[in-house]
């Protein structure tokens, strides 16, 4: 049965109408998907909450900030919580709340531009890689392997080492270390998709590689490395953490979280414990949401894993 159209009705009047069902808006598709998350995932909707208050909090950091965090007072050197400073004093008299609210700021940008450059840079190596297959694909797995053979908190060093300490080279060498494994993951979807039927077909009516791998290939590999992402957060968060605690990250006296935990260490052999334990709470809260965030987007996109899994 035809659908009845506009000059189809003006040519034959008496034609069946066949009504046609209104398909949803684009905007209409994402609220039905946010909702469906979450309803399946409570403890994922809690992580992501965490993470967007983590955002906001980086963003209006100079409103929620009490002090500067970097304004000396020596008057209230080491001063535990009191109501002037709900989280204490550094050893330089520093608000601790500010710190970790500035730091914040530092701490996400690393983070979440290195996960950003590092998959983007594996995600499309890993597509080139699978697709196009011989010797390219040989030479490239194989300095995968090389990458791979490394700690990633080691191979971080040795560019930092090389690089010397920054903003710009820490988020380049945590970026580096998330490539190998972007790569593997894109590279095995791929493999697993190349052969099929409308990527022959792709072939067959003449397109060429790039447009097949562009608009063909690298669709179905979003869903993957949205989820290797989410879980490279946490990751990358650690990797801040530790580099900066060992003096090759963020230097001083630009507050991340790192830095402020190594600081502290660094200025008395038995650190008070509010500057110790603040710092590590923001760290283990901020990558714990992250995994969990990862792990929900991961059962949210393959519930056939999940059913596997379980």
Known sequence: MRELTPALAREKPGASV????????????????????VRSSPIGTVAVLIWLALILVAIFAPVLAPYDPLE????AV????????????????????????YGSRITLIVSLSSVLLGDLL??????????????????????VDI???????????LLLVVLGAGLTTVIVAIAV????????????VVLSIKETAYVEAARMIGASQLRIMRLHIAPQCVAPILV????????????????????????????????MLGGVLAAAFKPPW?????????????????????????????????????
Do not use: C
């Not at 000396?72 to 008057?75: E, L, N, S, T, V």
């Not at 009191?82 to 709340?97: E, I, K, M, N, Q």
């Open 274 to 310: 509010w500057l110790v334990v603040f710092p590590g709470v923001a760290i283990t809260i901020a990558i714990m949401a992250a995994n969990l965030m990862g792990d929900a987007l991961r059962d949210f996109l393959d519930p056939k894993l999940k059913k596997r899994l379980e």
């Open 177 to 188: 270390t998330r490539i190998p494994s972007s790569t593997r993951i894109t590279r095995s």
């Open 72 to 75: 000396a007072d020596y008057g």
């Open 228 to 259: 290797v992402a989410t879980l490279h957060l946490g990751a990358a968060i650690f990797a801040e953490s530790a580099l900066s605690f060992l003096g090759m990250g963020i230097p001083p006296p630009a507050p991340s979280w790192g830095n």
């Open 18 to 37: 066949v009504m046609q069902p209104e398909q949803p808006g684009l905007v209409t598709r994402w609220q039905r998907s946010v909702m469906r998350f």
């Open 147 to 157: 990458l791979m053979s490394f700690p990633a908190l080691i191979l971080a060093l």
């Open 78 to 101: 080491r001063q535990g919580p009191t109501a002037a400073h709900w989280l204490g004093t550094d050893h330089l008299g520093r608000d601790v709340l500010s710190r970790i609210i």
């Open 122 to 143: 594996g995600f499309i190596w890993g597509i080139a890689s699978g697709y196009l297959g011989g010797r390219f694909d040989m030479l490239s797995q194989r300095l």
